[in-house]
């Protein structure tokens, strides 16, 4: 059972499914939700253009869809598999990355909510002696700001070989961290924010610790079955992705190799950090839930919603578990960017949960194809009207650029 602060939103299903461009003639409701904005129509050519612009820069495929007050919106260009001839397909599964850090966050909200833990515990008052500083809390990892270690950017210093070297490994959360604690640690804690993988493996030692479940379980009972996420798995350690699903490719470091079929592959150098599989209609359906308050309780979700800035432009943010990204028509919208080896993904939703996307593209280490895919958010929420909109003619000039991170490693493609 949820607390009862949590609003009981009807789950209201979206029963249409047309072209961008049959929206775009008018999203705008008089008389209709009146907790929903409206929002503008979103822009069905710009966000092809964006999708055709990341599979011209090297993704085999990109793809995404709009679920808005008028139903849900989809477009597709490319393959779902190199070579293969058959289109992406917004009904198939990939791998979300970092999306699954929402997903890890929410549950350990939860567990807060219910008195399981509190937000600024000690994640040593939890689990004694897991980290080198007792003055690491549950807030401090969720933010990014424990100044732990990510592990993960020695293992990638080197594209391919660093993801043959782990594709098929099988890690314990607890060799994860082990890998962190063996470095100082890079900011004091609570101090700077520092991204870093290592928080979301603590993040889901905490959950396992204190629902006694494993964290397959734990995702399933608490966020996959009650949204009815029929597409939405945490197969760790499993190595396939089951059912119908897009194919990954990896960009090699080298310029003109060939893309690296990266499908098959275990997600345990991530898995609390980034190994859950979904498809875009589940990720809209799960940023939408979150910001309407289906899964948080208002005090929780405004914890979550609580941001300091990601990187200086001003405009990107993080929370806990959660990005905002402010647009140029001025919508902030939340939820998460991903990037494991053969997909990049965005999966945000507007503050009301009102109108969401969820857009990939089938490669990684390809900085410009994942800031091309980025123009999908423009495109989506701020609309035609909007001066950050993306069309083929104007690409060049209204690009999205996602924020530097500083503290990935070079190589890595901050979102
Ligand atoms: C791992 C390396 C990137 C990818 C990473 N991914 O840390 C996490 C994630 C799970 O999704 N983070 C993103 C590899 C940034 C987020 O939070 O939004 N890169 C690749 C390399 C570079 O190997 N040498 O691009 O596939």
Not at 149 to 154: F, G, I, P
Not at 279 to 298: I, K, V, W
Not at 300 to 309: F, T, Y
Request: proline residues 7%; aromatic residues 6%.
């Amino acid at each position: 059972m949820r607390s009862p602060t949590r609003k009981r939103v009807a789950l209201v299903a979206a029963t249409l499914v047309a072209s961008f461009a049959v929206a775009a003639q008018a999203i705008g409701v008089p008389g209709g939700d009146d907790d929903a904005s409206p929002g503008p129509a979103p822009d069905s050519a710009g966000v092809r253009a964006a999708l055709t612009e990341a599979t011209e820069l090297g993704a085999p495929g990109a793809m995404a869809r709009f679920d808005g007050p008028d139903g849900a919106l989809s477009e597709v260009v490319g393959e779902r598999e190199l070579g293969s001839g058959q289109p992406m397909d917004t009904d198939a599964r990939f791998r979300v990355g970092s999306v699954t850090k929402s997903f890890s966050a929410v549950v350990l909200l939860q567990l807060v909510e219910e008195g399981a833990a509190g937000l600024d515990d000690p994640v040593n008052d939890h689990l004694p002696g897991l980290l080198p500083d007792d003055r690491i809390t549950l807030r401090h990892v969720l933010s990014h700001r424990s100044g732990l270690w990510d592990y993960s950017n020695d293992m990638f210093a080197q594209t391919v070989p660093g993801f043959e070297a782990v594709r098929n490994e099988v890690y314990t959360l607890q060799e994860l961290v082990g890998l962190s604690t063996a470095e100082p640690l890079t900011v004091e804690p609570g101090s700077a924010y520092a991204y870093s993988n290592t928080n979301f493996v603590v993040v889901g030692l905490l959950v396992e610790h204190l629902t006694g479940q494993p964290l397959a379980e734990a995702y399933r009972e608490r966020v996959i079955d009650p949204l009815g996420l029929e597409d939405t798995a945490y197969a760790h350690p499993e190595n396939t992705v089951p059912g119908a699903h897009i194919d990954g490719h990896l960009t090699p470091d080298e310029a003109g190799q060939p893309l690296v079929d990266s499908t098959e592959q275990t997600v345990s150098w991530a898995q609390s950090a980034g190994a859950m599989i979904s498809t875009p209609a589940d990720l809209n359906r799960f940023t939408s839930a979150l910001l309407g308050g289906e899964l948080l309780g208002s005090e929780q979700l405004d914890a979550m919603l609580e941001v300091a800035p990601s990187d200086d432009t001003g405009t990107r943010h993080y929370g806990l578990g959660l990005r905002r990204y402010d647009l140029s028509c001025e919508v902030s919208v939340f939820g998460h960017t991903g990037t494991v080896q053969g997909y990049y993904t965005y999966a945000f939703t507007t503050e009301d949960g009102a109108r969401s996307l969820a857009a990939t593209a089938n490669t990684s280490n390809n900085g410009d194809v994942n800031t091309a895919l980025g123009g999908t958010l423009e495109a989506a929420f701020c609309g035609a009207e909007s001066a950050g909109r993306r069309t083929a003619a104007d690409a060049e000039d209204t690009r999205f650029v996602p924020p530097a991170e500083p503290d990935l490693p070079a190589g890595l493609q901050p979102n």
